[in-house]
């Protein structure tokens, strides 16, 4: 038979590693985690009349969020326009992260107009909800 001595070794050290599989996989869980979360923070992309418009490759059911610099008083208009026919919708969040505009119609297109009570950041945020993927330009226009 097997020696009485080495069996609860065996099981312990099996146990051990176990434990550290477990570990390992929920660590891994948590950093990747950590990292979609990062994914979702907007880039600063500087001043809103320099902007002009960006295309972007958009998953089915994939975000993309900026931040834009605009001066208060003077008026501002945000489109989008998709080379496919998806859902876009379209927010956008002041320094405050109110919402103060959005256009969430069918279709690729989306407008909001706005003007900035106070010199500051601004978060646009397109959503493609689909169906499938769409490249989707987003275009800035500040009034002189």
């Known amino acids: 038979g097997i020696p009485v001595e080495s069996s609860p070794k065996k099981i312990r050290m099996k146990v051990q590693n176990w434990v550290a599989c477990v570990l390992a996989v929920a660590c891994a869980m948590v950093a990747s985690g950590a990292a979609v979360a990062r994914d979702d923070e907007p880039t600063d992309e500087g001043n809103g009349s320099a902007f002009k418009s960006k295309a972007y490759e958009m998953k089915e059911k994939g975000e993309v969020a900026i931040l834009l610099m605009f001066e208060a008083g003077k008026a501002v208009t945000v489109t989008t326009n998709g080379d496919n026919e998806t859902d876009v919708h379209m927010f956008i969040y002041d320094g405050d992260k109110k ?8 279709g690729p297109k989306c407008e909001v107009k706005f003007t900035p009570k106070k010199d500051g950041k601004f978060k646009l945020l397109v959503k493609n909800n689909g ?5 989707v330009t987003l275009a800035v226009k500040v009034a002189e």
């Open 99 to 106: 919402e103060i505009g959005k256009d969430t119609s069918p």
């Open 131 to 135: 169906p499938g993927a769409n490249k």
